[in-house]
């Protein structure tokens, strides 16, 4: 019962507070009706324009002049800088990836070459090469 009762004087409390804020923004502007006839003409021309002025923006849009010479020379300037980059990062990439790889492949053939050298070693049988290398059929 009692967070009832909390939760009813909080949402009383905002209520309150927030009439408060409304009446006190009103009140420092001067007068609510000159304030809302200023307000309304002031935003009315700046957010909307006349239609025949938009045709006219979007068709001078719709007709740009072409790009002059420099700005196509640093347009082009920058796509081959980015490609420059993006190829350096894939070479670099591909470098790693090459090293990871022939690491391992030498890791391999480490753990191979002492995996044979043992079963040699546990097989010897004191001749040289082992016997079991150079039988001779009978």
């Known amino acids: 019962m009692t967070w009832r009762q909390v939760l009813l004087l909080s949402c009383l409390s905002a209520v309150v507070l927030l ?3 409304r009446e006190g923004t009103s009140a420092s502007v001067g007068s609510p009706q000159e304030a809302g006839e200023e307000a309304q003409e002031g935003v009315k021309p700046k957010i909307f324009m006349q239609e025949s002025d938009a045709s006219n923006f979007l068709k001078r849009r719709s007709k740009r002049s072409p790009k002059s010479r420099a700005e196509v020379n640093v347009e082009n300037r920058q796509k081959l800088r980015a490609d420059e980059l993006r190829r350096e990062y894939y070479e670099e990439q ?3 990836f090459e090293n990871f790889v ?8 480490e753990r191979s070459r002492e995996a044979v050298e043992q079963w040699r070693q546990w097989h010897y049988d004191g001749l ?3 016997y079991l290398y150079n039988r001779h059929r009978i």
């Open 102 to 109: 022939e690491e391992q492949k030498d890791e391999q053939e």
């Open 128 to 130: 040289y090469p082992s």
């Open 19 to 21: 009439s408060m804020l």
């Open 94 to 96: 591909r470098n790693e």
